[in-house]
């Protein structure tokens, strides 16, 4: 009877509810991925068939707009860019997000709470509010235009709400009786971080790293107004191209699906761990 129980609670649950929901996580995938397919497939066609058949497929298939990108060294100088530039925004987000997370998880002191208010405030706080403020700061006074530090600080100054908000209830999830052993052994506060701290904490550090790394690899905005000429990244290298070819319309779905792969790759090989780090900063 249990059995039987069961299994017409679950036909209930899939015939009900969950329809609706697989249903709606069906529109929402047709939404998302639908413009990455044809802009991919786009890719493999000619100008000519984009014309006479926008929706249709690759009939025969083009692979000359693909190998022109390819080929193309303006496109390898970008993702070179864009690729710098990430590095170091993940790097110092990930750093000093989890050197800001660690006392505030598990430190007890005066201010604490308000403390991470601030950080949870910054998530509020879109970086083009503040773009002219930081364009001066960087420009002028610490004189990083034109640089990757220019907008590699920036991004991750920006990154580090989420960072710190993501990484405190993971860390304050470890529990006490580790530390205690370990300062019983003689280990410091210093050493419980690096080697303790850090290590548990590792599907929360790739989860920020992850989203830092996107976040900097998609930042159009910023590089926009810092990055000229040979330094300019490959979002601003997707929309020079646009602009010099913009009659070849494969071509730049061409380039621009080479432009997002990284990207994507990326988040799609991470994703069990990142929902594993969320997972674990929401059960902390």
């Known amino acids: 009877m249990k059995g039987v129980s069961a299994v017409s609670g679950r036909t209930k649950t899939f015939g009900g509810g969950g329809l609706v929901v697989y249903l709606l996580a069906l529109v929402a995938v047709v939404i998302t991925l639908g413009p990455v397919v044809y802009g991919a497939l786009g890719g493999f066609r000619s100008n000519e068939q984009l014309a006479s058949d926008p929706s249709g497929l690759p009939d025969p298939w083009v692979f000359r707009n693909y190998s022109q990108v390819v080929t193309n060294p303006d496109f390898w100088r970008y993702a070179l860019n864009s690729t710098i530039v990430a590095l170091i925004t993940t790097v110092v987000a990930v750093l000093f997000g989890v050197m800001a997370a660690y006392p505030l998880a598990r430190y007890q002191f005066r201010l604490r709470e308000p403390l991470f208010m601030v950080f949870v405030l910054g998530l509020l706080f879109p970086a083009a509010v503040a773009i002219i403020p930081l364009f001066i700061l960087v420009t002028r006074d610490l004189h990083l235009g034109n640089s990757y530090w220019g907008v590699a600080l920036p991004q991750a100054a920006f990154a580090l709400p989420m960072t710190v908000v993501i990484l405190r209830p993971f860390l304050m999830a470890m529990p006490r009786e580790l530390e205690e052993a370990a300062l019983i052994d003689g280990a410091s506060r210093v050493g419980i971080f690096w080697r303790l701290a850090l290590p548990l904490s590792m599907p929360a550090l790739v989860t920020v790293g992850v989203l830092a790394f996107v976040a ?18 490959l979002p601003l290298g997707v929309a020079d191209y646009s602009s010099e070819h913009s009659s070849d319309t494969a071509g730049v779905l061409a380039f621009t699906t080479l432009a997002m792969i990284p990207a994507l790759v990326l988040f799609l090989a991470m994703q069990r761990r990142i929902v594993s780090g969320l997972q674990g900063a929401v059960k902390g």
């Open 216 to 233: 900097s690899w998609n930042a159009y905005l910023l590089p926009l107004l810092m990055l000229q000429d040979d330094m300019r990244t």
